[in-house]
C-alpha cells in the first residue's frame, strides 16, 4: 500500500488495470490535478477556489489508489469519474477509433470499478 492511506476506511475497491490502462489513467488524473493546482495558484481568491482544491484532491485520490491498488471511491471521486465518462462520450466521434476504444474500455473499466458509472 502506498505511504498515504488512498482507501480512508474498510470500504476499499480494488482496482486492476493492464499497464497501458495504468499509464494513461495516471497520464490523464495528473494532468488534471496539476491543471486545478495551476488554476489555485493563478487564482488563489477565485470563487472557485474551494471546488478546485475538493478535485484537485479527488484526483490525488485515485493517482494515489492508482498505485495502492485499491481506493475507497468517495462522493468526489465517483463524480469526477463520472463526468470524464459523460465528457469522454460526447467528443468520442472526433477520435481515431482505436485510441477512442481503448480510452473508454480504461475508463469505464475505472467507472466499473469504482461504482461511477453511468
Given amino acids: 500500500m502506498a505511504s498515504t492511506d488512498p482507501t480512508g476506511a474498510e470500504h476499499a475497491v480494488p482496482l486492476s488495470f493492464s499497464a497501458a490502462e495504468a499509464e494513461y489513467l495516471r497520464q490523464q ?3 488534471f ?3 486545478l493546482e495551476d488554476d489555485l495558484k493563478t487564482f488563489p ?3 472557485l477556489a474551494d471546488r478546485w482544491r475538493a478535485e484537485a484532491g479527488a484526483y490525488g485520490r ?3 489508489g492508482l498505485e495502492a491498488g485499491e481506493i475507497v471511491a468517495d462522493p468526489d471521486v465517483r463524480r469526477l469519474v463520472h463526468e470524464w465518462l459523460e465528457a469522454r462520450s460526447e467528443i468520442d466521434d ?3 477509433y482505436e485510441r477512442v476504444v481503448f480510452e473508454h474500455r480504461t475508463l ?3 467507472g466499473d470499478q469504482i461504482g461511477a458509472g453511468r
Wanted: charged content about 30%; overall charge negative; hydrophobic content about 45%.
Fill in 29 to 31: 488524473l495528473s494532468g
Fill in 33 to 35: 490535478k496539476a491543471d
Fill in 45 to 47: 481568491d477565485s470563487s
Fill in 62 to 64: 485515485l493517482l494515489a
Fill in 94 to 96: 472526433f477520435d481515431l
Fill in 108 to 110: 469505464r473499466n475505472l
